[in-house]
């Protein structure tokens, strides 16, 4: 699986972002799609993770509200909305695939198997 991760760019607070992430190759319907972001200096963290299905959704305690994962299996993507957009969301943020542990772990970086190169989201103050 090959990850494609777009949508980032140099924004100023308060507007919103859809970043998406497209994938080619085969899939599976027991994959989770994740996201994560690493801002500078920081580790990495999760940010937001989805059944394959769509229908089982989890996020990072400290974003909810203000973002919203989504899959459209039809064309092999799924995104990440972030709306009021703030200084401290510049990151990194990279999109994942998970194909072997199940939903159980998908707050876990180390147990997602394939990667996109990631998208830089900064935002002015």
């Known amino acids: 699986v090959q990850l494609q991760a777009s949508g980032g760019g140099l924004v100023p607070a308060g507007v919103s972002l859809r970043l998406s992430c497209v994938a080619s190759?085969?899939?599976?319907?027991?994959?989770?799609l994740g996201w994560f972001r690493q801002a500078p200096g920081k580790e990495r963290e999760f940010v937001a993770a989805?059944?394959?299905?769509?229908?089982?959704?989890r996020y990072a305690n400290s974003l909810k509200g203000r973002f919203t994962i989504s899959r459209d299996n039809a064309e092999n993507a799924f995104y990440l909305q972030v709306n009021s957009l703030k200084p401290e969301d510049t990151a990194i943020y990279y999109c994942?695939?998970?194909?072997?542990?199940?939903?159980?772990?998908?707050?876990?970086?180390?147990?997602?198997?394939?990667w996109g190169q990631g998208t830089l989201v900064t935002v002015s103050s």
């Open positions: 989805i059944t394959f299905s769509g229908r089982t959704t």
């Open positions: 190759g085969r899939t599976n319907s027991n994959y989770v």
């Open positions: 994942a695939v998970e194909s072997r542990s199940g939903f159980s772990y998908y707050y876990e970086s180390d147990k997602y198997d394939y």
